[in-house]
């Protein structure tokens, strides 16, 4: 009786948790947390729906780099993360370029417990007033931008949620998304530290091999993962049906892991796709894609959570742009600026990854050789409508610049000569860009010149334009530094110019 009578009331408390929201974001994974966190500190009303059953969830991607750090400080969920077990100062083997083993020294990475460290950001946005429904998931979707009608099951309770953005973040499982590069598949297994040889369990071990490559992790909890990755026909064709057979055989034929290729796993042999894609439907009007749903990276990087965070960031500011904003300018300005970092994030991803397979000591081999070329996507496909084609004409801009974009070394300032005259270079031009300021969108003047990665519009937090209109016509070092040092410090206006001139953006004439 007593039961039944407390099920009734988490029912009604469950009905009543039919909502009007601002967004309502789907995965509560890494992106989807920092969206939820990020948007809340703006002021938004936020129902976060997480479908997985058993929390904290399993997951891998567990060593974080360094500029989480950051985002963590940003979001505010430091001291929220303060008891998640995790592992720092980890040397790392590499087999890669040498076919000798280097040492490399800690990087400032941490390996996390991401079970934990996912739950520890839940409750942190709980705690923020952030909305969540878990176990929950979406039943129907109707509606258009600014008027969302959501309807889910929560705890088996059907619920219905009006908003006026839709976040998906719901990571790579079940998105169709374009390859950004050949196949890649990863399997693993976990052994635990007291069935190892000392010494290993405390580091982790890259080793590049003929068909992909190993990577050794020491994890928290006294836990050490073998990861392959590779082409997903390897293991078939090779140990058809075994893929355990082959994880073990690339262990044998290793320098960094034949020691533990006949450990007793503690679980049964887990794997995924790992395959780089991009899904080109990230942005549709009133509803998005983040992290893993818009882009995955290669886990070559270690840097997927990071990316996925950071992008979140991007996300909130553009749907803050958005949803504040009452013009259809504000929807442009939104919507490209999204596009553009999306592009960007996965070209230089693109571009990083291939560089660094390009090192490996066996480059000659097929595998190795194939993720070593310049990846180009088709444009033209006869299927692709007009937004894929647009993005993926862009996406094929950002790559060719960044094949051809070669940072110039730095001029030394002893060879500055105060006594002739400043001018731009004739390289230089100035092109619109967007910034944030605000956490909104604009567009601004920047900067451009070869040897600069991206356009400039601010330095040293100030506007480089109409400071520096001035150069327009040569100009001594002395009037220059005065006409800044009455807009700025006469230091920060001494940095400008002595970082503009050491790229060879501006020059003596
Ligand atoms: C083999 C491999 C190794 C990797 N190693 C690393 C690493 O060492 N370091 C690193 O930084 N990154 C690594 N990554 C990448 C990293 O795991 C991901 O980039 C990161 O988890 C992306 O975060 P996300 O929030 O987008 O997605 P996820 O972490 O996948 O979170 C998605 C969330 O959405 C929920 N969900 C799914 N479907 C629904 C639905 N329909 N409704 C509601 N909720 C839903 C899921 O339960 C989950 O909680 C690795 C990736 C692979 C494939």
Not at 226 to 234: A, F, K, N, T, Y
Not at 344 to 371: D, G, N, P, V
Not at 403 to 409: A, D, E, G, T
Not at 490 to 500: G, H, T, V
Request: aromatic content about 8%; some cysteine; glycine content about 6%.
């Amino acid at each position: 009786m007593q039961d039944n009578r407390q099920s009734r009331s988490e029912i009604d408390i469950l009905k009543s948790q039919d909502a009007v929201v601002d967004v309502v974001i789907i995965g509560a994974g890494p992106a989807g947390l920092t969206a939820a966190l990020r948007l809340r500190q703006l002021g938004y009303r936020i129902r976060l729906i997480e479908s997985s059953a058993q929390w904290p969830r399993f997951n891998i991607g567990e060593a974080l780099t360094p500029g989480i750090k950051n985002i963590i400080e940003m979001l505010g969920a430091t001291d929220a993360l303060a008891n998640v077990n995790y592992l720092t100062n980890i040397p790392t083997c590499l087999r890669w370029q040498e076919q000798e083993p280097q040492w490399l020294k800690a990087s400032g990475s941490a390996i996390v417990n991401r079970a934990q460290f996912d739950a520890a950001l839940l409750v942190h946005a709980q705690q923020q007033g952030i909305d969540i429904a878990r176990p929950a998931s979406v039943q129907s979707i109707t509606g258009a931008a600014d008027d969302w009608t959501i309807t889910l099951l929560n705890n088996g309770i059907s619920q219905t949620v009006k908003a006026r953005f839709i976040v998906d973040a719901s990571g790579r499982n079940g998105h169709r998304q374009f390859p950004c590069a050949e196949r890649l598949s990863a399997l693993w297994i976990e052994i635990r530290n007291e069935n190892i040889a000392a010494g290993i369990h405390n580091t982790t071990r890259v080793e590049a091999l003929e068909h992909g490559w190993l990577w050794g992790s020491a994890l928290p909890d006294n836990r050490y993962r073998i990861m392959w990755v590779g082409d997903p026909r390897s293991p078939r064709k090779h140990n058809p049906k075994q893929p355990q057979q082959w994880l073990a055989t690339q262990c044998a034929s290793s320098h960094l892991f034949n020691s533990l290729a006949s450990v007793t796993p503690t679980q049964p042999l887990k794997g995924c796709a790992a395959t780089p894609g991009f899904a080109f439907d990230s942005w549709q009007d009133g509803r998005i894609k983040i992290g893993d749903a818009a882009f995955s990276l290669d886990p070559v990087s270690s840097s997927g959570v990071e990316k996925a965070m950071r992008f979140s960031l991007i996300a909130a500011v553009a749907i803050h742009t958005q949803l504040s904003g009452d013009s259809v300018n504000h929807k442009t300005l939104a919507q490209d600026f999204f596009q553009h970092r999306l592009i960007e994030t996965c070209a230089r991803h693109s571009y990083w990854t291939r560089s660094y397979y390009a090192q490996a000591w066996c480059q000659e081999k097929a595998f190795w050789q194939l993720r070593s070329q310049p990846w180009q996507p088709v444009i033209g496909n006869p299927g692709d409508d007009e937004n894929t084609q647009t993005l993926l004409a862009a996406l094929a801009q950002e790559l060719a610049q960044l094949n051809h974009y070669h940072p110039v070394p730095l001029k030394s300032l002893a060879q500055f000569d105060v006594t002739r005259l400043l001018s731009f270079d004739s390289n230089t031009t100035w092109v619109t860009t967007h910034c944030v300021i605000d956490n909104l969108v604009t567009n601004q003047t920047a900067l451009y010149h070869p040897s600069v990665e991206r356009p400039l519009a601010y330095l040293e937090g100030e506007a480089l334009l109409p400071h520096l209109n001035i150069l327009q016509k040569p100009q001594t070092l002395s009037s220059l530094l005065n006409n800044l040092a009455c807009r700025m410090p006469l230091e920060k206006a001494q940095k400008i110019i002595a970082w503009l001139w050491q790229r060879g953006i501006i020059a003596s004439v």
